[in-house]
């Protein structure tokens, strides 16, 4: 193992560090890469190296609350319309059967240098293959940004933050107001389902637009808390979905490491068709 442990790091236990050649035949080698990408795309003739590296914040943690959906056909009348069909999904390792589900995820977030607080309404739909994938039904954030189905976005009120056990959430934007506090030290329920987390692997927005998520074993690998819906405490529920979903949460999950990932924008742009009705 000392053996093994020098020659990775080196004689003087250290990392051998790159040279400026090596710098500049990557920096050119790839640099050129992405150009020609770039001519063949603006020639419709390529797809473009679109990925977003988004970092997640471990305080305050990313956090899903689940509210069940109590009538699926009037949901997807009023919410969906005709483009797509809800998903029953799995939540915990024990449950048995897949239900419909409002999760409302808010967490802290770093794309680039841009820090922002977002919180975001998903639901689960059926993808061409019969499978299951995220669909963000409305999202909110605390900088003003470009939203895959709204387009370019002002600011809001999205609040979330840490203090002692508790994690408080606030979201007030128009018709929307939500606001949350979770008892972080309550009992431990379960563990995730496979089905939530093969979710994950795309989203869809409301606009048709497909993102696709790149994760690495900081994702795969995180520590999720899953935990009863009575350790939230749910002060305001006033949206346009509210009336189509239980008013108690079910649920509630959280990570307790930070998350970094990518994320492929519109990958469906460039052929890739996953949704079905």
Not at 29 to 45: D, F, P, Q, R
Not at 71 to 90: H, Q, T, V
Not at 181 to 198: E, F, N
Request: charged share 25%; with cysteine; aromatic share 10%.
């Amino acid at each position: 193992q000392e053996v093994n442990r020098k020659r990775m790091v080196g004689s003087e236990g250290e990392m051998p560090r790159t040279t400026c050649k090596q710098q500049c035949i990557y920096r050119c080698l790839y640099g050129c890469m992405n150009l020609s990408a770039c001519c063949e795309t603006c020639c419709g003739k390529g797809r473009p190296r679109n990925y977003v590296e988004i970092t997640l914040d471990r305080e305050p943690n990313s956090v899903f609350v689940m509210f069940r959906i109590v009538d699926k056909a009037r949901f997807e009348k009023e919410m969906l319309g005709d483009a797509f069909e809800l998903a029953p999904c799995r939540m915990t390792a024990s449950d048995v059967k897949g239900e419909y589900w409002v999760a409302l995820n808010a967490y802290k977030c770093e794309i680039a240098t841009l820090n922002s607080t977002r919180c975001e309404v998903n639901v689960f739909v059926r993808d061409k293959w019969g499978g299951t994938t995220f669909l963000v039904q409305e999202a909110f954030s605390s900088l003003a940004s470009y939203d895959s189905d709204k387009g370019c976005i002002g600011a809001t009120t999205v609040e979330h933050s840490l203090d002692g056990d508790s994690l408080a959430t606030r979201i007030d934007s128009g018709e929307t107001h939500l606001e949350w506090t979770l008892a972080m030290d309550a009992p431990r329920l379960d563990k995730q389902h496979l089905d939530l987390i093969a979710a994950n692997d795309r989203v869809l927005w409301r606009s048709g637009l497909v993102d696709e998520i790149y994760s690495n074993s900081r994702f795969s690998n995180a520590d999720i808390c899953v935990k009863s819906g009575d350790a939230v405490d749910v002060q305001a529920l006033e949206a346009p979905w509210a009336h189509l979903v239980d008013p108690r949460p079910a649920q509630v999950f959280w990570y307790r490491t930070g998350l970094q990932f990518l994320v492929r924008p519109g990958a469906n742009i460039w052929g890739h068709d996953v949704f079905r009705r």
